[in-house]
């Protein structure tokens, strides 16, 4: 029993470190927006399934913040959040987004190595409005920007 949870926790320590590999890497997925908020740097990335099935191989079974079961996730939005300096924050950051037929999804993502993600639904063809809120220590960033979908 003992050997069987030391290699469970071997397999899932190496999962996270290659999770954290692939997140670090700033070309995962499609580039979606670079910008500026009070001088914090924003660059949100959107992964298809198939590429967040590698990111997350070996934490399926987590219950983490942002990641969803539904069967309307469609892609895994991510947001790398800069201070003035070029250095990665750490927070508490949150999606608020509107698709075309007005509908609004909000939630908490999760922080991996440099990023912050969760899961979403781009379901609909059209433009999508979506809201950051970062919560970086003492300071609230706001972002917004439109996203449409082909």
Do not use: C, W
């Not at 934490?59 to 800069?82: A, F, W």
């Not at 924050?89 to 993502?109: A, H, M, R, W």
Request: proline residues 3%.
């Amino acid at each position: 029993m003992k050997k069987t949870i030391l290699i469970g926790v071997i397999l899932m320590i190496f999962g996270v470190g290659q999770v954290f590999a692939a997140s670090a890497d700033h070309s995962m997925g499609r580039m979606l927006r670079h910008g500026t908020v009070d001088g914090y740097g924003f660059m949100y990335h959107v992964l298809d399934m198939a590429e967040r099935n590698v990111m997350m191989k070996g934490m399926e079974e987590m219950d983490m913040p942002g990641m969803s079961k539904s069967p309307d996730i469609t892609n895994h939005l991510m947001v790398y959040i800069n201070d003035p300096g070029g250095k990665s924050v750490s927070g508490k950051i949150g999606f608020s987004i509107t698709g075309p037929d007005g509908k609004e999804q909000k939630t908490l993502t999760m922080g991996m190595h440099d990023s912050y993600g969760a899961d979403v639904s781009f379901k609909e063809r059209g433009i999508y409005k979506i809201k950051t809120k970062a919560v970086i220590g003492e300071k609230t960033l706001l972002d917004e920007f439109s996203y449409e979908v082909k």
